[in-house]
């Protein structure tokens, strides 16, 4: 009996990212079909099954792979710290910008000013960027607004893009981002009770958040902190992950892992040793190396121990305005190879399907049938192309949810 379906593309190779002893899953003389926001199916074209297609598109010999997915971004937020960029240049260090009201929490104040219209056009300019290089699902915190009114006000943005855009936005909450100066005198102790209290409860219950996070660290909060904030999640049913050993090992990452977080993120100064309770906990390790390449970072993650311990590594931009104003997750993926040695599979795989289990998706980021139908076709001789240039390719064609979005 003939089968019937949406899409039907032929003339493919394709990048399955299964798991599979054939680097990226890959199958030469592929084809998928789509139905509704489905796959139907993908493997070898000679193994089609008897399907009647409303719409077919010649893949023309290029290379399929699921869409790609930036799981790590503060892409909403108000003003800019380009002039910050050019003190520093000129010698001032992080300290002197910080005392001067610089950093997070002149973006903190930038953002608690610019109103949710304004917002949204800046953190629309960013994302559109991203889309451009056939991302289709992307993670975008909260973490500057640091009051309930302002952080409910960058949470509703977000989910306002992903509404508008052919993007599945995931949002997390990242109240615990840094402290406030007006909780400088009571301090982060009380900071994270009225968080604790007040702002991820309502969050919460306005199902503004998919996930929690917190930045552990010594200029952020402390693991005690950190864990007070991982219980009010899961009191809320929510799940978390952490920004965890960036710039020390406060064991943040092992926290994490026992709170079954979804992912850690940063990750240059954890132990080798530490890997393994997150092989066991499941968590995805984050790298970022837009922040590792801004800060001057020498301190590398544990690559190849997570690597041996089959600790899943996601890729991601961490695009936010002060550590990595970088819309490339491409820039992202070569800078995986070339500043931590990933390699391009490794990198690729970062950007699909690992980076959609560290949203804890499991529907998508490989071309499999029954997973989304989020897939980018590319003008390429080998998917390592995607790593290897920097900002170099554009998908010839990209399916969102099943929706064509164009086919050049
Ligand atoms: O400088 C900023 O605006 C964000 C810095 C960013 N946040 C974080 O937790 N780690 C980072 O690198
Ligand atoms: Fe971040």
Known sequence: MTQQCDWLLGNLRLATLTDSE??????????????????????????????????????RGRWATPGLVDCHTHLVYGGSRAPEFEQRLRGASYEEIARAGGGILSTVAATRLAGEDELYTSGRQRLLRLLEEGVTTVEIKSGYGLDLESELKMLRVARRLGEDLPVTVRTTFLGAHALPAEYREPGADAYI??????????VARQGLADAVDVFCEGVG???????????????????????VEQLSDLKGAVLAARHRALSVDHLEYLAAADTNVLAEAGTVAVLL????YYLHETRLPPVAALRERGVPMAVATDLNPG??????????????????HLTPEEALRGASVNGARALGLDDRGQLVAGQRADLALWDIDSPAELSYGLNYH??????????LQHDH
Request: charged share 20%.
């Open 289 to 292: 190396p837009g922040a590792f």
């Open 394 to 403: 554009r998908p010839g064609a990209l399916f969102q949810g099943g929706v």
């Open 193 to 202: 009770d009225m968080l604790c209290r007040d702002m991820l409860p309502e």
């Open 323 to 340: 550590t990595s104003p970088m819309a490339s997750l491409l820039t992202a993926m070569n800078q995986a190879c070339v500043l931590f």
């Open 22 to 59: 054939i680097p990226y899953g890959a199958i030469e003389d592929g084809a998928v079909a789509l139905a509704g926001d489905r796959v139907i199916y993908a493997g070898p074209a000679t193994d089609m099954p008897d399907l009647a297609a409303r719409r077919r598109l010649d893949g």
């Open 221 to 243: 909060f402390s693991p005690a902190q950190t864990e007070r904030v991982f219980e009010a999640a899961a009191a809320h049913g929510l799940p978390v992950k952490g920004h």
